[in-house]
């Protein structure tokens, strides 16, 4: 039982870290594209 409430633990950890580490990616994503967007708009 204690296993298994300890695995439980350990992949609920690893699941809300996970989803913090894409959100931060994506956000970095998206602010580089803006970048380029507006880059692009100055170009024309």
């Known amino acids: 039982m ?3 409430l300890a695995l439980a633990l ?3 950890t690893l699941m809300v870290s996970a989803c ?3 959100e931060g ?3 970095d994503v998206s602010s580089a594209g803006d970048a380029v ?3 692009a ?3 024309k």
Do not use: H, L, Y
């Open 20 to 22: 913090n580490t894409v």
């Open 25 to 27: 990616a994506g956000k």
């Open 10 to 12: 350990v992949a609920g």
């Open 2 to 4: 204690r296993k298994v």
């Open 41 to 43: 708009n100055k170009s």
């Open 37 to 39: 967007s507006k880059t």
